[in-house]
């Protein structure tokens, strides 16, 4: 709160070279006589005004006599008095005199005037006086004499009185840093003016706010709470405001604030509490109790949170060498590698900031069962030695299952039945004592008559697949036998299948079979397939068309088998005419994205001549895609220009010609202000008219103008131009003073 006081100066003169008083109660400048320079002394007694903040001041001198007489302007040479609190006694005028404060002009002759003190000379007396000082002198040391012996600055003030507006000296706090860390101490000072003051101290950072200390004095040390981090849980800094109250005496005599920016640290990041990795093979959990190569397909739950107010923003999980991006889920394929596998878990929160969790886990390997070996054949009754004609048989296998820690399950089961049958019988179990199983020569309990013949089938199985593989014994040999009703022959065995010739023993040809009766024409696989114009199943070349032939959508498939994989890739006609290029995500088709091309005679347009068609869970979705050839041109809305000419796409993108920037008027459509300019001759019996209406202002246009030359420099001063009788049509221009040199000018006019 501002206050203003006043007081009455005691007044004396002093010759600069003498210590006696030359005139009692005034303050005389210079000399009205060329014998002696005086020196006014001016105290203010009584007046301390230390350590107060000056606003104001006023001086009301009452003046008795000034050189010149009434009228005349006087400067003021104020300036430091070396001695304070009333006038010191046998003191000579120069050892009085102090430092130069500054001056001010007024009339001092027979009147009573005030005078407000600003500029240099206010700041120089306000610092004199905030810093105790009550006293003053008037003194030039180089006075100018007139013709008639008196000064052009001598004046003599009767009375002079000072009001001053001030307010309490407040401190302004500032901080040893300007920039924190939260639990970092850091030092305030209050940067008082007078050891009398003592501070309360407040800090506010978002909505959080409290006091720092009470009755401080020069300084404090104040460690930021780690809390205060949870104000902005989106950013890493924020700024603090510290208010300074001031008080003396136990009164506020102001406030204060400065600014600190808090940093959260950087060792503050989120949490990442649990990641549970779980298996959704129900058989693998129950049955192995680990996770397993190919048959494992792996649930993640992540728990996280943020901390002091963040939250979290994102989530990436690296497994198996795909990413995923949510707090649970469930992994895309089952585990495709054995031994340690790696997987890790990055959170990020609203600020920013990661934290990390990486856990390894066993994978073990894993192979669907393999029958490496098996054959059967006809034997003796102890199957000792094989026999053509016995009615026992005998086998022999080989085959594996992966272990899996010794927890998988195994079974090996032979089957029989008659060749003409259908259904299979069990002929026996293996029985198992080891992940690798083999058997030689292995005779079956069954008898399999020798009129007969049969087929034996093994499978191999564990808890999660099985394989089989299944082999033929044939009949006794017989060199040839007849069917009873003579529609049939056996060759090496015996007759069992009516219209046809049975063979028990291999068939060699003395020369290929002919095409035309039903062979190859080729005594190996590769010349058979060339003679039947055929391609092999793997690494063959076709050469030609292939025709594929379907009632509405003819189709070519690319199945991957990996990991039991349904993505599938695939080339599809359609009746409508058009032809696409297919991934699909399942074998229903229901989720798949495809390119589509289209005959001109099913779309015309080249717009929509290619197409990305989009299923989503059954619903479908067309997009255009662009490129050149289209007739109307890539939409703004899809990054384009909408237009297939310049022209038009400066019209669809609200932009203007560049040619119109140097040549005319830019519209209001594309900027807020019009634009004219020219050039002319101007002289100051000679004025320039100047038109600007075809830039259609609206209101009367700013218009600026200058000389202008193409050759050097001008040498002298010109006159001074002026614009007049400005309309929003044209203006007139013309040379000030008596300049009647034509030169020429160039103008400008702005205006909307």
Same mark, same amino acid.
């Given at each position: ?233 989106? @950013?890493?800094?924020?700024?603090? !405001?510290? *208010?300074?109250?001031?008080?003396? &005496?136990? %009164?506020? #005599?102001? /406030?204060? $604030? ?79 590698? @054995?031994?340690?596998?790696?997987? !890790?878990? *990055?959170?990020?929160?609203?600020? &920013?900031? %990661?934290? #990390?969790? /990486?856990? $390894? ?85 069954? !008898? ?12 191999? /199985? ?291």
């Amino acid at each position: 709160m501002a206050s203003t006081v006043s007081y009455s100066a005691s007044l004396c003169t002093r010759h600069y070279n003498s210590s006696s008083n030359a005139k009692n109660g005034y303050a005389s400048q210079e000399f009205y006589d060329s014998s002696y320079n005086n020196v006014g002394i001016i105290s203010f007694v009584g007046m301390n005004l230390a350590n107060k903040v000056i606003t104001s001041i006023w001086l009301d001198i009452d003046a008795s006599k000034a050189g010149y007489g009434a009228g005349s302007t006087k400067t003021v040479f104020m300036r430091k008095a070396n001695y304070q609190n009333g006038i010191a006694s046998g003191i000579a005028g120069w050892q009085y005199t102090g430092d130069e404060l500054g001056t001010f002009d007024g009339s001092f002759y027979g009147n009573y005037t005030s005078y407000y003190i600003t500029g240099s000379l206010f700041n120089a007396m306000a610092a004199y006086i905030a810093a105790g000082n009550n006293s003053f002198t008037i003194y030039n040391p180089y006075p100018s004499a007139s013709s008639q012996g008196y000064s052009y600055n001598y004046l003599q003030w009767s009375s002079v009185i000072i009001t001053i507006t001030y307010e309490e000296a407040v401190s302004q706090p500032t901080v040893s840093s300007s920039s924190v860390n939260l639990g970092i101490a850091v030092t305030i000072y209050t940067n008082r003016q007078s050891t009398a003051t003592t501070h309360t101290l407040l800090y506010s950072f978002g909505s959080a706010s409290g006091t720092i200390a009470s009755n401080v004095g020069a300084s404090v040390s104040w460690t930021p709470p780690l809390s205060l981090a949870s104000q902005i849980p989106s @950013a890493t800094s924020g700024i603090c !405001t510290i *208010t300074c109250q001031s008080y003396n &005496g136990g %009164t506020l #005599t102001g /406030t204060r $604030t400065c600014t600190v920016t808090l940093n959260v640290p950087s060792t503050v990041v989120p949490s990442i509490s649990s990641v549970t990795v779980e298996d959704t093979n129900s058989t693998v959990v129950s049955r192995i109790a680990a996770f397993v190569k190919g048959l494992s397909t792996l649930s993640v739950a992540i728990t996280a949170a943020g901390v002091y107010g963040s939250t979290i923003s994102s989530y990436r999980t690296s497994l198996d060498g795909v990413n995923y991006t949510a707090a649970s889920f469930t992994a895309t394929k089952k585990l495709s590698a @054995a031994g340690d596998m790696t997987m !890790t878990v *990055t959170v990020t929160d609203s600020r &920013g900031r %990661t934290a #990390t969790y /990486t856990t $390894t886990f066993n994978v073990l390997d894993y192979s669907p069962p393999s029958i490496t070996a098996f054959s059967a054949e006809r034997c003796n009754s102890d199957g000792s030695a094989a026999q053509l004609d016995g009615t026992k048989a005998r086998y022999s296998f080989a085959g594996k299952v992966t272990a899996l820690n010794n927890k998988n399950g195994l079974s090996c089961v032979v089957y029989y039945k008659l060749k003409s049958a259908t259904s299979w019988t069990t002929a026996e179990q293996m029985a198992i004592t080891s992940y690798t199983l083999s058997a030689t020569n292995k005779l079956l309990s069954q !008898t399999f008559d020798a009129l007969y013949s049969y087929d034996l089938k093994v499978r191999l /199985t564990d808890y999660f697949y099985y394989v089989e593989q299944a082999v033929s014994i044939g009949t006794k040999g017989i060199i040839l036998d007849f069917m009873a009703d003579g529609t049939g022959i056996g060759i090496g065995k015996v007759a069992e299948t009516s219209g046809y010739i049975d063979c028990g023993w291999p068939l060699k040809l003395s020369s290929a079979l002919a095409v035309a009766y039903g062979g190859t024409g080729a005594t190996s696989a590769a010349s058979a397939i060339a003679n039947l114009g055929g391609v092999k199943k793997t690494g063959d070349t076709m050469t030609g068309n292939l025709n594929i032939s379907g009632y509405l959508y003819p189709s070519l498939l690319l199945l991957p088998t990996y990991n039991d994989t349904t993505n599938r890739t695939v080339f599809e006609g359609s009746y409508a005419g058009a032809s696409s290029f297919a991934a699909w995500e399942d074998s229903t088709g229901n989720n798949r994205r495809m390119l589509e091309v289209r005959t001109k005679a099913y779309q015309n347009s080249l717009d929509w001549a290619v197409l990305l068609r989009v299923c989503d869970a059954g619903t479908w979705g067309n997009y255009r895609v662009f490129h050149s050839g289209m007739v109307s041109g890539v939409p703004v809305a899809n990054g384009g220009t909408g237009a297939t000419t310049a022209a038009n796409a400066r019209t669809n993108l609200g932009t203007n010609n560049a040619g119109n920037i140097t040549t005319g008027t830019l519209a209001m459509a594309r900027l807020p202000f019009k634009v004219a300019y020219g050039s002319g001759s101007v002289a100051g019996n000679s004025a320039l008219s100047i038109n600007y209406s075809g830039a259609g202002f609206t209101a009367i246009p700013c218009m600026v103008v200058s000389y202008s030359t193409s050759s050097g420099n001008w040498s002298g001063d010109n006159g001074a131009l002026k614009i007049h009788s400005k309309t929003t049509a044209g203006a007139t221009i013309i040379v000030g003073g008596n300049f009647n040199t034509a030169r020429n000018v160039d103008w400008i006019a702005i205006g909307v």
